[in-house]
């Protein structure tokens, strides 16, 4: 059972940058995906962005051309680079880990305590 602990969000400018952390422990970590999603205040979580154990990654629309998602395996670590924010990136963020199918459904029995990011105009 992978375990994982979010943080590195907080309150940032339009147009500033965030960089987040998917600290995770266990050890099927390097052979599962991993999602970065978020959930924004009467809105339903969504993907955010994936990456596979082989380093394919995948970005939802939304932050396609401004994020980048990457792994540390040694450090057993996802990281979510976010650039150019808006106010609409203004949400809770959460990681999960699993095979690839189910962190692109974000079908998860279990999710962290995410970390927040406001983006103020």
Do not use: M
Request: hydrophobic share 30%.
């Amino acid at each position: 059972h992978v375990q994982f602990v979010e943080s590195g969000g907080g309150l940032v400018q339009a147009g500033g940058s965030l960089r987040l952390s998917c600290a995770a422990s266990g050890s099927t970590f390097r052979i599962n995906a991993v999602g970065w999603y978020r959930q924004a205040p009467g809105k339903q979580r969504e993907l955010v962005a994936a990456i596979t154990s082989g380093g394919s990654t995948y970005y939802a629309d939304s932050v396609k051309g401004r994020s980048t998602i990457s792994r540390d395996n040694t450090e057993n670590t996802v990281y979510l680079q976010v650039n150019s924010l808006k106010p609409e990136d203004t949400a809770v963020y959460f990681c999960n880990v699993g095979p690839l199918n189910r962190v692109l459904t974000g079908n998860h029995d279990y999710w962290g305590q995410g970390t927040q990011v406001i983006v103020s105009s």
